[in-house]
């Protein structure tokens, strides 16, 4: 038996060593692969841009760098193709270092001063390509500014972080397990719900308007008069409320999930120019007005992206009533972009003619580049009120432009000539320039084709036609259910205005009307006596600018390591994740100086404001309107000196 045992006892543990030795072998294989994966991977980006990169002979050369989950990747041309090195970034330490030159510096080492370097490149190169020395143990990066620089320490600690979430369930061949992603997303977390826009909910096709009844409206008006002050028939209204309105251009906002992984700056100032012409061409015909929103009226809608499988989110609120100020933000971290900003709507009567003019600026982010684009908006003219031909146009010279590239583009709306033909109507011309050059000029109408002209090569193409696949390709709209909506919620609000209206009561519709403006107006004399100051619950204005900015804006790039799906609830956009994860501040201008608090939740972030905190709320009851179930109620929110004082010291907080 003694000779037994040990020949029993021998085979057992020779063979939980080859066990244990398979297992090392398989995890080790496994570790490989999900790095390689992920560095292989184009859509597994943190973020990517030119970079200076100080040499051992203490020169500047300038690189193309990309930040994926752990590694750095450094290549001599933006389209990847001359690799430099790759930076193992898990012993990696980032500070920020002083420097005396313009721009921002900051500097990764490891702590030990051994290599950061990996041996082999992304495809399996021995040999990277030949620029300056670089450091081995170090390397010092030089940004365009400050925001920049501040954008990608942000995203290089978030890079560290994403490391260690390389998990089996998470990267299979180099693609996202969506069947982890799904199994999560399925899960029961509170959020909105949305259903489909019918077609006739997004816009009113109304046929030509009786000339007779326009004279209602004149003897209220004279030439020149701004008519936001003026009480406008119901017969003169479309039925659905400005914020409403302002969403219509986002039909086509997968133009701008194209142009955020473009990575040519011209071809993605010309996708950013499409996706705003494309905002256009979709119109109601005849004069027909939308509702001016009462002060503190919110609208949120959603469009579906079957391509990217994301969601692009649009909320909207009324921040001010004199003057009549609307304030927006859209949101697709997924697909990297958000877009903001703040419109002063005017209209102006000249006799036969009335404009209404929209006075304020959009800035779209990408969130992945840091790469802001800044644009205003065209007035719209109608004519033929009294006499000749009734005709709605757009007017007015407009500029996109985007500081970081260089690149911008002037277009001009140009109204119809007096003695223009038929021709002439709704046409539109602009350029595309980087810096002073003009690079491509643009013809056509734009409800229309639109021809693009390329200066190098003299070659002319269709630009934007809104074909029937073009207007049938539209991303599908979302909506909150009415009865699931709040009672300052735009359809909600007008329900008993916009059913008279479609009934073609006018008399309903204009006394459903009144009892809405009037309760607005006694809102505000109570707050005027009371020296209380509205205070928007979904914006807020930054004090030196006077901008208005979305209080829960999340400009983080989109991690597909961590995060699991964007959704809203209660107008408060977040996104599910697997892990907490720092705050990234985009190298967008606003972002970085207008982040305001940060907040964190477990499983969400961005997360929604604290409903409980110390705050008085001021209920002020409306008049009930006919067949109304409970009464309509505005909250005015004013803050205890104390909480001011508590607010103020977490929104400073680094």
């Known amino acids: 038996m003694s000779s037994v045992c040990p020949t029993i006892c021998g085979q057992t543990l020779f063979r939980k060593k080859r ?39 203490k020169s500047w050369t300038k690189l193309w760098c990309v930040l994926k989950p752990g590694v750095l990747l ?15 970034l898990n012993a990696c330490e980032l500070i920020e270092r002083p420097s005396k030159k313009d721009g921002f510096c900051f500097k990764l080492f490891h702590p030990l001063e051994q290599s950061i370097w990996a041996v082999k490149g992304p495809k399996g190169e021995a040999v990277g390509s030949i620029t300056q020395p670089l450091p081995s143990s170090h390397l010092i990066f030089r940004a365009a500014s400050e925001s920049d620089g501040r954008c990608w320490m942000d995203a290089l600690e978030l ?7 390389l998990k089996r369930t998470m990267i299979r061949e180099g693609k996202e397990d969506m069947s982890t992603v799904g199994s999560v997303c ?16 997004q816009t009113e096709t109304v046929s030509e308007e009786n000339k007779s009844l326009i004279w209602t409206l004149l003897k209220q008006v004279r030439p020149g008069m701004d008519l936001s002050k003026v009480v406008l028939p119901t017969f003169i209204l479309e039925p659905r409320s400005f914020l409403d309105k302002l969403s219509d251009y986002y039909y086509h906002a997968d133009f701008l999930s194209e142009a955020a992984v473009e990575e040519n700056a011209y071809n993605r100032m010309k996708k950013v120019v499409k996706w705003y012409i494309s905002g256009f061409y979709k119109k109601p015909k005849g004069l027909k007005k939308p509702y001016n929103p009462i002060i503190g009226e919110t609208y949120r809608c959603m469009w579906l992206h079957q391509k990217t499988n994301s969601k692009t989110f649009y909320i909207a609120e009324q921040v001010s009533h004199h003057p009549p100020v609307s304030a927006f933000y859209v949101s697709n971290r997924k697909d990297g972009f958000c877009l903001s900003g703040s419109i002063l709507a005017k209209s102006k009567f000249y006799g036969n003619s009335l404009s209404a003019i929209l006075d304020g600026e959009a800035r779209l982010t990408f969130l992945n ?37 260089g690149y911008s583009a002037q277009l001009e ?51 934007f036609n ?13 909506t909150v259910p009415p009865e699931e909506q709040g009672e300052f919620e735009s359809e909600r609000l007008w329900q008993h205005v916009t059913r008279a209206i479609n009934n073609k009561d006018q008399t309903e519709a204009t006394n459903e009307k009144f009892i809405l403006e009037e309760a607005q107006r006694k809102s505000a004399r109570e707050r005027k006596a009371k020296c209380e100051e509205w205070i928007p619950a979904l914006f807020e204005q930054d004090p030196v600018t006077g901008e208005w900015h979305y209080r829960y804006a999340d400009t983080r790039p989109w991690d597909p390591l961590n995060d699991l799906i964007q959704f809203e609830k209660d107008g408060c956009i977040q996104t599910k994740v697997r892990h907490r994860t720092p705050m990234v501040r985009s190298g967008s201008l606003i972002s970085l100086s207008n982040q305001g608090p940060r907040r964190d939740n477990c499983k969400c972030q961005v997360g929604c404001p604290d409903r409980r905190s110390k705050t008085k709320r001021h209920r002020i009851l409306l008049p009930e309107p006919p067949g109304a179930s409970s009464p309509l109620s505005v909250s005015v929110r004013l803050c205890v000196s104390s909480s001011l004082c508590c607010h103020a010291a977490v929104a400073s907080a680094p």
């Open 19 to 57: 066990s244990d030795e398979g297992y090392y072998w398989e995890e080790k294989k496994r570790a490989t692969k999900e790095l390689l994966s992920t560095i292989t991977d184009p859509s597994v980006i943190v973020m990517a841009d030119w970079l200076k990169i100080r040499g051992t002979l």
């Open 369 to 405: 580049r840091g790469e802001d684009y800044v644009m205003n908006m065209p007035y719209a003219h109608c004519k033929g009120i009294l006499y000749g031909t009734m005709t709605l146009e757009l007017g007015g010279s407009i500029t996109i432009a985007c500081e970081k590239t």
């Open 159 to 165: 890079a560290l972080k994403c490391s260690s979430l």
């Open 413 to 463: 709306f140009k109204l119809k000539p007096f003695l223009g033909s038929s021709d002439s109507v709704n046409q539109i011309s602009g350029k595309i320039k980087l810096g002073k050059e003009v690079l491509a000029t643009l013809e056509g109408h734009w409800d229309s084709e639109i021809f693009i002209n390329d200066k190098k090569t003299g070659t002319m193409d269709t630009f």
């Open 466 to 478: 809104p074909t029937p696949d073009l207007r049938q390709s539209r991303l599908t709209r979302c």
């Open 186 to 201: 399925n899960q029961t977390f509170n959020h909105t719900i949305y259903c489909k826009a019918g077609e006739a909910a």
């Open 74 to 88: 450094i290549y001599k041309t933006h389209k990847n193709g001359q690799w430099v090195g790759t930076v193992l």
